[in-house]
């Protein structure tokens, strides 16, 4: 898939600015308990006072820097604890980073959250709660219906209560959902995974068309191979740090190889993929260029502002 062509002023299309991320927090620990429980009685009796329960701190993103643009549909590739669902919770404002700070034009919708949905009600009612809830009118919800179920393919169990529906269909639903508003800025976490390929088709050719209106997708997948396949960008997390971000093919092609080594067992081949890929990634420094006004800002997202990156080998 060809990336989008950039206007003149790259700074000026930039739609989310992720400016030096760390996520850590402390988490409990059977094996810190293990260690209190070895520690002479002097200390555990401090530690009970002080009310210091057996913990870890875990750093679910260290330093994660980089700036979106329109028309980028970016994948995140990494394997479980990689930091990659944080980073899109952290990018919606569900969370707040231990440092750094996240800027984004408009209000991204992350699939499986925004969509407001109830189990005891149908596929049908649900869809109108749902695009009611992201902010649409009566007139635009009755106009979007339609499309949404066709884009669902549930058939006769749109009509049904919703916790009658499988993981998948819920999913196909939310994805069909958030997608009805146009979203600017659209992030999706593993919808994509499940479902036929037919269900697979349409909502490829569905994020396609918020590519076209100059939207933002970010997509988070276990499967390298559907990164390479639809999205135009790639960014390969590994136990919260970035190891590369460039285009889907060449990352996810290293991406699959180091998982393929690591699946067989030879951790020195995954090693030298993994290092390689960090000498190779370009260091990328994000600023903000103008003061952003007081009133205007939340604490994850503002109104459009001039966000630039400026790169160059570490």
């Given at each position: 898939m060809?990336?989008?062509?950039?206007l003149?002023?790259?700074?000026?299309?930039?739609?989310?600015?992720v400016?030096?991320?760390h996520?850590?927090?402390?988490?409990p620990?059977t094996?810190?308990?293990?260690?209190?429980?070895?520690?002479?009685?002097l200390?555990?009796?401090?530690?009970?006072?002080?009310?210091?329960?057996?913990q870890v701190?875990?750093?679910a993103?260290?330093?994660?820097?980089f700036?979106?643009?329109?028309?980028?549909?970016?994948?995140?590739?990494?394997?479980?604890?990689?930091?990659?669902?944080?980073?899109?919770r952290?990018?919606a404002?569900?969370?707040?980073?231990?440092r750094?700070?996240?800027?984004?034009?408009s209000t991204?919708?992350?699939?499986?959250?925004n969509a407001?949905?109830?189990?005891?009600?149908s596929?049908?009612?649900?869809?109108?709660?749902?695009?009611?809830?992201?902010?649409?009118t009566?007139?635009a919800?009755e106009?979007?219906v339609?499309?949404?179920?066709?884009l669902?393919?549930l058939g006769?169990?749109?009509?049904?209560?919703?916790?009658?529906?499988?993981?998948?269909?819920?999913?196909?639903?939310?994805?069909?959902?958030?997608?009805?508003?146009?979203?600017h800025?659209?992030?999706?976490?593993?919808?994509?995974?499940t479902?036929?390929?037919?269900?697979?088709?349409?909502?490829?050719?569905?994020?396609?068309?918020?590519?076209?209106?100059?939207?933002?997708?970010?997509?988070?997948?276990?499967a390298?191979?559907?990164i390479e396949?639809?999205?135009?960008?790639?960014?390969?997390?590994n136990?919260?740090?970035m190891?590369?971000?460039?285009?889907?093919p060449?990352?996810?092609?290293?991406?699959?190889?180091?998982a393929?080594a690591?699946?067989?067992d030879r951790?020195?081949e995954?090693?030298?993929?993994?290092?390689?890929?960090?000498?190779?990634?370009?260091e990328?420094?994000?600023?903000?260029?103008?003061?952003?006004?007081?009133?205007l800002?939340?604490p994850?997202h503002v109104?459009?502002?001039?966000?630039?990156?400026a790169?160059?080998?570490?």
């Amino acid at each position: 898939m060809d990336a989008p062509d950039l206007l003149d002023d790259p700074f000026a299309q930039a739609t989310v600015a992720v400016q030096n991320v760390h996520v850590h927090y402390r988490v409990p620990s059977t094996e810190a308990a293990e260690r209190r429980r070895r520690a002479n009685r002097l200390v555990r009796a401090a530690r009970s006072v002080l009310g210091r329960n057996p913990q870890v701190l875990v750093r679910a993103l260290s330093g994660v820097s980089f700036v979106a643009r329109q028309g980028e549909q970016i994948g995140l590739v990494g394997q479980n604890g990689s930091g990659k669902s944080t980073l899109l919770r952290i990018i919606a404002g569900l969370e707040t980073p231990s440092r750094g700070q996240v800027l984004a034009e408009s209000t991204p919708v992350l699939i499986g959250v925004n969509a407001a949905l109830v189990p005891d009600l149908s596929g049908e009612q649900n869809i109108r709660l749902g695009c009611l809830a992201m902010g649409m009118t009566p007139e635009a919800t009755e106009r979007a219906v339609p499309e949404v179920m066709e884009l669902a393919g549930l058939g006769k169990s749109i009509y049904l209560p919703m916790k009658t529906y499988s993981s998948g269909m819920g999913a196909r639903l939310r994805f069909a959902i958030a997608t009805a508003a146009n979203p600017h800025l659209l992030l999706i976490d593993e919808a994509l995974a499940t479902g036929d390929a037919a269900f697979k088709e349409r909502s490829e050719a569905r994020m396609q068309q918020l590519r076209a209106g100059a939207g933002t997708v970010f997509l988070v997948s276990h499967a390298a191979q559907t990164i390479e396949e639809t999205c135009t960008r790639a960014i390969w997390l590994n136990y919260g740090r970035m190891v590369l971000d460039g285009p889907a093919p060449d990352v996810a092609l290293r991406y699959r190889k180091w998982a393929w080594a690591i699946a067989k067992d030879r951790p020195e081949e995954a090693k030298k993929i993994i290092e390689q890929a960090l000498m190779d990634r370009e260091e990328t420094s994000v600023y903000v260029e103008e003061p952003v006004p007081s009133r205007l800002y939340t604490p994850r997202h503002v109104r459009p502002a001039r966000v630039g990156a400026a790169a160059g080998r570490s």
